[in-house]
Nanobody, 120 residues
Framework: QVQLVESGGGLVQAGGSLRLSCAASGIAFSIYTTGWHRQAPGKQRELVASISSGGSTTNYSDSVKGRFTISRDNAKNTVYLQMNSLKPEDTAVYYC?????????????WGQGTQVTVSS
C-alpha cells in the first residue's frame, strides 16, 4: 500500500518559517519525481515546487521563488519544503505528490495534505 504522509503544517505569523515533511512508503521513492502543491479555499490546486528523483533539478513557482526550498532525502524516503518569509497568501492546504512517467503510463500518488495558515 502506497502512503505519502505530510507533516509540519500549522499556524505562523507573516514573516515566519515552517518546514513541511512528506514521508513515503510502499514505492521505490528514489525513482519518483516529487513535488509540493497547494490549494487555497476557492482556488485551484497549484504546483509550488518540484524536485527530480535524484535531487539535482528543482523548479519553483514564481510566487515562492527565493522563499521556499524543496529538498529530499532518498535514504529516508522523505521530501521537504522549507518555507521562509511566509505571507498570508501562502495560506493553503499543502499536498505532496510522487510521480513516475514510463512508456506504460504515469503513476501519481498524493498525500492527504497539511494545513498552513499564515496570519498577518
Amino acid at each position: 500500500q502506497v502512503q505519502l504522509v505530510e507533516s509540519g503544517g500549522g499556524l505562523v505569523q507573516a514573516g515566519g518559517s515552517l518546514r513541511l515533511s512528506c514521508a513515503a512508503s510502499g514505492i521505490a521513492f528514489s525513482i519518483y519525481t516529487t513535488g509540493w502543491h497547494r490549494q487555497a479555499p476557492g482556488k485551484q490546486r497549484e504546483l509550488v515546487a518540484s524536485i527530480s528523483s535524484g535531487g539535482s533539478t528543482t523548479n519553483y513557482s514564481d510566487s515562492v521563488k527565493g522563499r521556499f526550498t524543496i529538498s529530499r532525502d532518498n535514504a529516508k524516503n522523505t521530501v521537504y519544503l522549507q518555507m521562509n518569509s511566509l505571507k498570508p497568501e501562502d495560506t493553503a492546504v499543502y499536498y505532496c505528490n510522487a510521480e513516475r512517467r514510463t512508456t506504460g503510463g504515469t503513476r501519481n500518488y498524493w498525500g492527504q495534505g497539511t494545513q498552513v495558515t499564515v496570519s498577518s
